[in-house]
Antibody
């Protein structure tokens, strides 16, 4: 069974960076199209970016303006998402999710809590 | 400004039917991009319950149904049950933003 396994919770200070990982198990990364979605406490779901077969890597630049970087290690079947210049508003649960052929997110990681606090 | 707009909350008694609207624009739903719906229970991960406007994944009860017309979509829950209390989100793709968009989310309360 295919699963997405995320790294553990992080606590960072404002201005720092955080890197969250998402490992694909039960399949290979080449057969997955991994995206990142976050949810701040009391807020809705927010798409951050991800890898598509049609366009490759796409990032929500309107929202994150170059602060987000996504990379992949195909040998380890792992995707990484890094947020730089963290602000308190970046405190959220970060999910990785697989986009299927219908362009829906059909499989989700367990979520990673990132807390930004001085 | 939100790209996909949903009512903040809907409620109904057990057994009743409720609907959740998802209003988009010509750059997303209106131009033909599909709409997907997610159920999100607190402390869990979102689960797709409707994909491609009106299709149900295996295991999702047929009490859930979806439709799309013009630049809007709807999720209907018939025979409402206590276990349906959750947050629901629509999702589509926006050609102007070149990215995926989620609705503002709707909390369903079973009275």
């Amino acid at each position: 069974q295919v699963q997405l396994e995320q790294s553990g919770a992080e606590v960072k200070k404002p201005g720092a960076s955080v890197k969250v990982s998402c490992k694909v198990s039960g399949n290979t990364l080449s057969d997955a199209f991994i995206h990142w979605v976050r949810q701040a406490s009391g807020k809705g779901l927010e798409w951050m970016g991800g890898f598509d077969p049609e366009d490759g890597l796409t990032i929500n630049t309107q929202k994150f303006q170059g602060r987000v970087r996504m990379t992949a290690d195909t040998a380890a079947d792992t995707v990484y998402m890094e947020v730089r210049s963290l602000r308190s508003e970046d405190t959220a649960v970060y999910f990785c999710a697989n986009r299927n052929r219908s362009w829906a997110f059909d499989l989700w990681g367990q979520g990673t809590q990132v807390t930004v606090s001085s | 400004q939100p790209v996909l707009t949903q009512p903040p909350s809907v409620s109904g008694a057990p057994g009743q039917r409720v609907t959740i609207s998802c209003t988009g624009s010509i750059s997303n739903i209106g131009i033909g991009y599909d709409v997907h719906w997610y159920q999100h229970l607190p402390g869990t991960v979102p689960k797709v319950i409707i994909y491609s406007n009106n299709k149900r994944p295996s295991g999702v009860p047929d009490r859930f149904s979806g439709s799309k017309s013009g630049a809007s979509a709807s999720l209907a829950i018939t025979g409402l049950q206590a276990e349906d209390e959750a947050d629901y989100y629509c999702q589509s793709y926006d050609g102007s933003l070149n990215g995926y968009v989620f609705g503002t989310g709707t909390t369903v309360t079973v009275l």
